[in-house]
C-alpha cells in the first residue's frame, strides 16, 4: 500500500480546500457553513480554468501558473476583505472530506484495475494517460491517431493537472483522484445541504450529514426490497415446515406471514422487480444489479458508481454542479436591495462555471443554466431588480398576469445570459473537442414501479416534505381534485408514467414558492401571492395572514428550488433524448441526467429531512408531538434501508475473489493487473509506456474485451499508456462518425494482412513509428503469423519481441 502517496494527495487536497477558503467566504458569506463545503471546488474552478487556456500554450507550465494564479486571488481577497472562519465548520469540513478520501481510498485499493470489462476504464485511463503525455490542448485522441480528441475531457485534464503537481505516475494518480472527487462531492452535498437546513432553522449538522449519507452510502429502494423478500420467503417457508404442536401453536404467525407473502408479491409484481439474485439469499448478491433497473437504461447511484471505479465524466461533473447550486443558493439569500451582489452571482460567477462544466461532463452544461432560472424565478428577490432602475420600474405593474409573465422571461433571460457566457468561455471545446448530436423525441417511457424503485428513495422524503407545506393551506377540496383529475389526464395522453409521480411535484413546489394559497388561491389569490424583501423569511401566509388560528405558516426553501430542478430533469428525459452511439435509445441520456438528479436531490433531501424531524411548529402539517415519533421511524428505516446495497456491496467488495482484486495485498496501482491477468503482454506494453512522445502505433480496434475474437481487442497497448493507435474503441464511432471508424479499420487491416506496397503507403498516411502485433491482433487479422504481412514491407523490422507480442518499427525514410 502506497501510504506516502496517500499521505501526499490528502494534503494536497487539504492545502486547495484552505486556499479556496477566501473565494468561497467571498461568494457565500451568507451561508451557515460561508462555503467551507464547496471551498476545494471552488480551487479546482479555478485551477481547470486558467490551466484549460494556459494549456493551449504550454500544459507543463499550465498547472504551476493556475495554481500561483489560486494563490494570488486567495491572497488578494484576503488583503482586500479579510477572511471570516468559523473554526467549528472549517473543522467539520476537514473532517468530512478526510473521511470520505480515507474511505475511497481503501475502496480503490482492493480492487483498483483499470481493466476493460464492466465501465469506461480504459477511456478514462487513457485519456489521463494522453493528458499527461501532451504538450498543449486539446489532447490527441489515443484512440484516433493524428486527431484532437473529440470528449469532454476537463475532470481528466484536472486530474493530469494534479498528477503534474505532486509528480504521480498515472497508474497512482488514478486511483487518488477518484478518492478525491469522492470526497470532493460528499463535503460539498454535507456543506450545502446543512446550510439549507440551517435557513429553515434546522440543524446544519444533521441537514449536512443527511445530506452526506445520500450522496456517499444511499441506494435506490431495489436491493432493500428484494431483500424484504427474500427475508419474508425464508421465514414463510421456515415456518410452513413445522410440524407437530410447534406447527399448530403457530398457525397464526403462519397465516400472517403466508397473507404478507402475498402482499409483497402483488408489490413486487406491481414494481416489476426481477425477483433472481438477492430474493434467492444474501449469497446471491450482486452489487451490479441495482443499476439496472428502468429498461434499457443505466440507473446508478454514487456508491454503486465509485465502487465501479469508472473516473468517468458523470462523476466528477457533480462537485462543480453542486458548486453551481451553491451559487444559486446564495442567489436565494441575497436580498433585494444588494442587486449588484446578485448580479455578480448570477453573470460574474455562474457563467465561468457552466463553461467549465461543458469540458468537465458537457450533460451538466444545461442543467446549469436550469438552476439559474429557477434561482431567479422563485428566489425572495424581485427578478426585475436584476434589470437597470429605469426599466425595473417601468415593468412593474399590479397586474399578477403581467407580473409573472415578465419574471419568468427575466429568468429565462438569466440563464440564457450564463449559457452564452458560458459558450464563450469554453469556445476552444466547442469547436474542436465537441463531437455532434442529435436529439430525439419521445422514446419509450419508462414504467412505474421502476421509476418508484429508482426515485423511491428521494420521493420517500419530498412527498411527506410538501404535505407538511400544503396541507394548511388546501382549502376547497374540489379544486385539488380537479388538478389531480388534470395530472392524470395529462399522464394518460402522453404515456408516461413519471408523470403522475413528478408533475405533481413540480406543481404543488412551484405553487408552495409562487402563490399564497394552494391550491384554493389559484383562483382567487394568485396574484398576491407572498414576496418577502428579506430572503431569509419563512413566513408565507394565506389570505387571512395565517392558519385560521393565527399562525404563520412556514414558507417552503431552496430543497424546493432543487426539488424541482430534479423533477424537471427526470420529466425531460421522459420525452427528449440524445441520439448517440454509446448506447441504444436514451440509454445514455437517461444514465447521465440521473446522475445529476441523484446529486441535486441528495442535497434537497438532507434539508427536507431535517426539516421534518426537528420543525414542529404550530401551523405545519404533519407536525405536533403525536407526529414526532412517526417521523423518527420513517427516518430510521429509510436509512437503514437504503444502507441495505451499501452493507452487502462493501462485504463483498472486500471479500472479493476476482481476477482483478488485490485483498491479500492492497495497493492503489491501477495497472498491477496486467501482470497477473494478462502476462504474455505485460512486458510489451511496459515497453510502449516507456516510449517518448506521442509516436502512432497500430493495433487492433475493439472494445470491452482485452482479447475478443470477434470484437477484436481493446486497444490496451494504447488505453493503457496514451500512446496513440491508428484506431482504438468502437466509441470513435459516435465521435467521428459510422464512415470515418470503418475507412481506418479498413485500413488497418491492410496494414496488417495487404499487400505490401499498399500496407507501406498506409503506414505512411498515418506515420506510424510501431506494429504491434499481440493476441489480439492475430484473433482479428489471421490465426497465426502466416495471417499478418506487415513484416514483408520493407523498412520494417523486428524492434522488441516476446513469446506472445513482437513488436515492429516503422522506418519512414524506407518506406
Same mark, same amino acid.
Given at each position: 500500500m502506497e501510504f506516502l502517496l496517500v499521505a501526499l494527495w490528502l494534503g494536497t487536497f487539504l492545502a486547495l480546500l484552505l486556499t479556496g477558503l477566501p473565494l468561497a467566504d467571498a461568494l457565500f458569506g451568507r451561508l451557515a457553513d460561508r462555503g467551507a463545503g464547496v471551498a476545494l471546488v471552488c480551487s479546482f474552478t479555478v485551477v481547470c480554468l486558467v490551466a484549460y487556456w494556459v494549456g493551449r500554450v504550454s500544459l507543463d507550465a499550465a498547472p504551476f501558473v493556475a495554481v500561483a494564479v489560486l494563490l494570488a486571488l486567495a491572497g488578494g481577497l484576503v488583503a482586500w476583505r479579510g477572511i471570516e472562519l468559523n473554526r467549528r465548520v472549517l473543522v467539520e469540513t476537514v473532517g468530512v472530506f478526510t473521511l470520505a478520501f480515507l474511505f475511497l481510498v481503501a475502496v480503490r485499493a482492493v480492487d483498483p484495475a483499470v481493466h476493460p470489462p464492466g465501465g469506461e476504464k480504459f477511456l478514462d485511463f487513457g485519456l489521463l494517460q494522453s493528458l499527461?503525455?501532451?504538450?498543449?490542448?486539446?489532447?490527441?485522441?489515443?484512440?484516433?491517431?493524428?486527431?484532437?480528441?473529440?470528449?469532454?475531457?476537463?475532470?481528466?485534464?484536472?486530474?493530469?493537472?494534479?498528477?503534474?503537481?505532486?509528480?504521480?505516475?498515472?497508474?497512482?494518480?488514478?486511483?487518488?483522484?477518484?478518492?478525491?472527487?469522492?470526497?470532493?462531492?460528499?463535503?460539498?452535498?454535507?456543506?450545502?445541504?446543512?446550510s439549507v437546513a440551517a435557513s429553515r432553522d434546522s440543524p446544519r449538522w444533521l441537514g449536512g450529514v443527511f445530506g452526506a449519507f445520500f450522496v456517499g452510502i444511499a441506494s435506490n429502494l431495489t436491493t432493500p426490497l428484494r431483500l424484504i423478500v427474500a427475508l419474508v420467503d425464508g421465514w414463510a417457508a421456515a415456518l410452513g415446515g413445522l410440524g407437530g404442536?410447534?406447527?399448530?401453536?403457530?398457525?397464526?404467525?403462519?397465516?400472517?406471514?403466508?397473507v404478507l407473502?402475498?402482499?409483497?408479491?402483488?408489490?413486487?409484481?406491481?414494481?416489476?422487480?426481477?425477483?433472481?439474485?438477492?430474493?434467492?439469499?444474501?449469497?446471491?448478491?450482486?452489487?451490479?444489479?441495482?443499476?439496472?433497473?428502468?429498461?434499457?437504461?443505466?440507473?446508478?447511484?454514487?456508491?454503486?458508481?465509485w465502487l465501479n471505479g469508472d473516473l468517468h465524466a458523470h462523476m466528477m461533473g457533480p462537485p462543480f454542479l453542486l458548486l453551481a447550486a451553491t451559487v444559486c443558493f446564495a442567489y436565494y439569500l441575497t436580498p433585494t436591495e444588494a442587486v449588484w451582489r446578485r448580479r455578480g452571482l448570477l453573470f460574474g460567477a455562474l457563467p465561468p462555471l457552466a463553461g467549465l462544466l461543458a469540458v468537465v461532463n458537457t450533460?451538466?452544461?444545461?442543467?446549469?443554466?436550469?438552476?439559474?432560472?429557477?434561482?431567479?424565478?422563485?428566489?425572495?428577490?424581485?427578478?426585475?431588480?436584476?434589470?437597470?432602475?429605469?426599466?425595473?420600474?417601468?415593468?412593474?405593474?399590479?397586474?399578477?398576469?403581467?407580473?409573472?409573465?415578465?419574471?419568468?422571461?427575466?429568468?429565462?433571460?438569466?440563464?440564457?445570459?450564463?449559457?452564452?457566457?458560458g459558450l464563450l468561455l469554453s469556445a476552444p471545446f466547442w469547436l474542436v473537442a465537441a463531437s455532434g448530436r442529435e436529439l430525439a423525441l419521445f422514446p419509450p417511457r419508462s414504467g412505474l414501479g421502476a421509476l418508484v424503485l429508482v426515485h423511491g428513495t428521494?420521493?420517500?422524503?419530498?412527498?411527506?416534505?410538501?404535505?407538511?407545506?400544503?396541507?394548511?393551506?388546501?382549502?376547497?377540496?374540489?379544486?385539488?381534485?380537479?388538478?389531480?383529475?388534470?395530472?392524470?389526464?395529462?399522464?394518460?395522453?402522453?404515456?408516461?408514467?413519471?408523470?403522475?409521480?413528478?408533475?405533481?411535484?413540480?406543481?404543488?413546489?412551484?405553487?408552495?414558492?409562487?402563490?399564497?394559497?394552494?391550491?384554493?388561491?389559484?383562483?382567487?389569490?394568485?396574484?398576491?401571492?407572498?414576496?418577502?424583501?428579506?430572503?431569509? &423569511?419563512?413566513?408565507?401566509?394565506?389570505? !387571512? %395572514?395565517? /392558519? $385560521?388560528?393565527?399562525?404563520?405558516?412556514?414558507? +417552503? #426553501?431552496?430543497? =424546493?428550488?432543487?426539488?424541482?430542478?430534479?423533477?424537471?430533469?427526470?420529466?425531460?428525459v421522459e420525452f427528449v433524448y440524445v441520439k448517440e452511439q454509446a448506447g441504444p435509445g436514451r440509454m445514455n441520456t437517461v444514465f447521465k441526467t440521473y446522475a445529476q438528479v441523484w446529486a441535486i436531490w441528495a442535497v434537497a433531501a438532507g434539508a427536507a429531512l431535517a426539516h421534518l424531524l426537528c420543525q414542529h411548529r404550530p401551523g405545519l402539517g404533519l407536525s405536533g408531538g403525536r407526529w414526532r415519533p412517526a417521523m423518527q421511524v420513517?427516518?430510521?428505516?429509510?436509512?437503514?434501508?437504503?444502507?441495505?446495497?451499501?452493507?452487502?456491496?462493501?462485504?463483498?467488495?472486500?471479500?472479493?475473489?476476482?481476477?482483478?482484486?488485490?485483498?491479500?495485498?492492497?495497493?492503489?496501482?491501477?495497472?498491477?493487473?496486467?501482470?497477473?491477468?494478462?502476462?504474455?503482454? &505485460?512486458?510489451?506494453?511496459?515497453?510502449? !509506456? %516507456?516510449? /517518448? $512522445?506521442?509516436?502512432?502505433?497500430?493495433?487492433? +480496434? #475493439?472494445?470491452? =474485451?482485452?482479447?475478443?475474437?470477434?470484437?477484436?481487442?481493446?486497444?490496451?497497448?494504447?488505453?493503457?499508456?496514451?500512446?496513440?493507435?491508428?484506431?482504438?474503441?468502437?466509441?470513435?464511432?459516435?465521435?467521428?462518425?459510422?464512415?470515418?471508424?470503418?475507412?481506418?479499420?479498413?485500413?488497418?487491416?491492410?496494414?496488417?494482412?495487404?499487400?505490401?506496397?499498399?500496407?507501406?503507403?498506409?503506414?505512411?498516411?498515418?506515420?506510424?513509428?510501431?506494429?504491434?502485433?499481440?493476441?489480439?491482433?492475430?484473433?482479428?487479422?489471421?490465426?497465426?503469423?502466416?495471417?499478418?504481412?506487415?513484416?514483408?514491407?520493407?523498412?520494417?523490422?523486428?524492434e522488441k519481441q516476446w513469446d506472445a507480442v513482437t513488436i515492429y518499427e516503422v522506418d519512414q525514410t524506407r518506406l
Open positions: 499527461l503525455r501532451a504538450e498543449t490542448l486539446p489532447p490527441e485522441d489515443m484512440w484516433f491517431a493524428g486527431e484532437p480528441v473529440r470528449y469532454y475531457y476537463g475532470g481528466h485534464l484536472l486530474a493530469s493537472l494534479l498528477a503534474r503537481l505532486t509528480a504521480t505516475e498515472a497508474r497512482f494518480a488514478y486511483n487518488l483522484v477518484l478518492a478525491g472527487f469522492f470526497a470532493a462531492f460528499v463535503t460539498a452535498a454535507y456543506g450545502l445541504a446543512g404442536v410447534v406447527g399448530t401453536l403457530l398457525i397464526p404467525v403462519r397465516m400472517a406471514f403466508a407473502d402475498g402482499v409483497i408479491g402483488v408489490l413486487v409484481g406491481t414494481l416489476g422487480v426481477e425477483t433472481d439474485g438477492l430474493a434467492s439469499g444474501l449469497g446471491k448478491f450482486d452489487y451490479w444489479d441495482a443499476s439496472r433497473v428502468v429498461d434499457g437504461t443505466i440507473n446508478e447511484f454514487p456508491l454503486f458508481a450533460w451538466s452544461f444545461p442543467s446549469v443554466a436550469g438552476l439559474t432560472v429557477l434561482a431567479v424565478l422563485f428566489a425572495p428577490a424581485e427578478a426585475r431588480t436584476l434589470l437597470p432602475e429605469p426599466v425595473a420600474e417601468r415593468i412593474d405593474t399590479d397586474d399578477w398576469r403581467l407580473d409573472e409573465g415578465g419574471t419568468l422571461l427575466i429568468a429565462a433571460g438569466s440563464g440564457a445570459v450564463v449559457v452564452v457566457g428521494f420521493l420517500l422524503v419530498f412527498v411527506p416534505y410538501l404535505l407538511r407545506h400544503a396541507i394548511p393551506r388546501l382549502r376547497d377540496g374540489w379544486r385539488t381534485a380537479a388538478m389531480l383529475a388534470v395530472v392524470a389526464v395529462i399522464a394518460v395522453l402522453s404515456q408516461a408514467a413519471a408523470v403522475v409521480l413528478f408533475l405533481p411535484l413540480i406543481g404543488v413546489s412551484w405553487a408552495l414558492l409562487r402563490w399564497r394559497d394552494l391550491p384554493g388561491g389559484v383562483g382567487a389569490g394568485i396574484g398576491e401571492r407572498f414576496r418577502p424583501d428579506r430572503a431569509d &423569511a419563512e413566513t408565507a401566509v394565506t389570505a !387571512d %395572514g395565517g /392558519d $385560521g388560528d393565527g399562525h404563520l405558516l412556514p414558507r +417552503p #426553501g431552496f430543497e =424546493t428550488v432543487l426539488l424541482v430542478a430534479g423533477a424537471g430533469l427526470v420529466l425531460l420513517a427516518a430510521a428505516l429509510l436509512i437503514a434501508g437504503t444502507s441495505v446495497y451499501g452493507g452487502l456491496a462493501l462485504t463483498g467488495h472486500f471479500a472479493s475473489d476476482s481476477a482483478y482484486a488485490q485483498t491479500d495485498d492492497p495497493t492503489l496501482d491501477a495497472t498491477a493487473f496486467v501482470d497477473r491477468v494478462h502476462s504474455e503482454e &505485460a512486458a510489451a506494453i511496459r515497453w510502449v !509506456d %516507456g516510449l /517518448d $512522445g506521442r509516436p502512432t502505433i497500430t493495433t487492433a +480496434p #475493439g472494445s470491452y =474485451t482485452w482479447n475478443g475474437e470477434r470484437n477484436g481487442g481493446a486497444s490496451a497497448p494504447s488505453s493503457l499508456t496514451g500512446v496513440p493507435t491508428v484506431l482504438g474503441w468502437h466509441h470513435e464511432i459516435g465521435y467521428r462518425g459510422q464512415e470515418a471508424y470503418d475507412r481506418r479499420a479498413a485500413d488497418l487491416r491492410t496494414i496488417y494482412t495487404g499487400e505490401p506496397n499498399e500496407s507501406a503507403a498506409l503506414l505512411n498516411e498515418y506515420d506510424v513509428r510501431y506494429v504491434y502485433v499481440g493476441p489480439a491482433e492475430r484473433a482479428t487479422y489471421g490465426s497465426s503469423l502466416e495471417g499478418i504481412t506487415v513484416d514483408e514491407i520493407e523498412g520494417i523490422r523486428v
